[in-house]
């Protein structure tokens, strides 16, 4: 039985894959607020991602995004465009809670493009390490089924502009939830 989840737009994929840029630009076209759960939580916590995952560890952090997910459920909003951390969808309680917070879209993009748009800043301390190459492919490798799982819909992303991509989310969105 399906339940009918918010008309929320759920953003997910691996770092660097254009879930901020594009929610922007669903939420111009739309008209609809932009929430991204990274923000959230350093707005709850009062420090950076960086400073929390040097001080409390990645483990703390994946609380945080639940307690993020959790809280947006509770406050039972609608017509937002939410944008997720590479990581939320490790844990299972994250997978079930964003497929309740909305429509979820999974951006697929090369290991390639995710390296190109993630050498350009060292804000994420997971790829901070001598080797990020390697890091992005074994996190890309455990992730792909967890994405998967955890998507309505999925976007290969690497030839499309970033207003193509959002014109195409919300056809599928428009028809997802009349359907529903
Ligand atoms: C992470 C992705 C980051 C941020 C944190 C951990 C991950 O978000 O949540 O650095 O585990 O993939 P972006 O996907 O927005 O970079």
Redesign the pocket.
Known sequence: MNEMPPKNIVLIG????G??SIGRELSHILNYPLVD??HLIVKRTGHS?PEI?ASEGETA?RDH?SAVLQALLDEKKERQII?T????I?RPENRLLLRQLGYVVWLIVSPEEILRRTSRNRD???LNNDNPEDTVRT?LDHRIPLYKESAHEEIETDSLTFPEIATGIIESGRYFFSLL
């Open positions: 691996f770092m660097g894959s879930k901020s759960t990274d991602i995952f952090f995004e944008a951390g590479g990581g939320i490790e994420r301390p997971l996190l």
